[in-house]
């Protein structure tokens, strides 16, 4: 079965790396069903990362998040959540180049935090982003 997951291009990566990271996209063989280019607000962020509240560097994330246009796709793909994961990476760049070198982090993130991309963790997050974003959408 077909699986959906939000999958974003931050900020700072959208502006230098966004060709070289959809064509891993495209690579790996996801179907990009829906894609727009869009600053968030900072209620989006907020919303987004509300898992991450309280956390020391939520309000360096929010405004990371926010200081320009990023890439919001929905990727479909059996498996869609997971996979993109793995394309992803792990989220400190340092650990990804070690563990995971093929990976868009290990290849296009600055830090931890501008981490080049981002990516639902579970299917019910993955709803809950995508509503967030796209609003409620007939996605198929
Ligand atoms: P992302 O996949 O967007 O989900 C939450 C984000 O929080 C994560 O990528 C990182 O950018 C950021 N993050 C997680 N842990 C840390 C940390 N220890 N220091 C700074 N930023 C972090």
Partial sequence: PQEHTLALIKPAAAKKHKDDIMQKVKEAGFTISKIKEEALTHEMATQFYKDHKG?????????????????????????????????????????????????????????????????????????????CVFGEIDID
Avoid at 56 to 82: Q, R, W, Y
Avoid at 106 to 115: G, T, Y
């Fill in 55 to 131: 956390k020391p560097f939520f309000e360096h994330l929010v405004t990371c998040m926010t200081e320009g246009p990023s890439v919001v796709m929905i990727l479909t793909k059996e498996n869609a959540v997971e996979e993109w994961r793995q394309l992803m990476g792990p989220t400190d760049p340092e650990v990804a180049k070690v563990t995971s070198p093929e990976s868009i982090r290990a290849q296009f993130a600055q830090d931890i935090l501008s981490n080049a991309v981002h990516g639902s963790s579970n299917r019910e997050h993955a709803l809950e982003s995508i509503e």
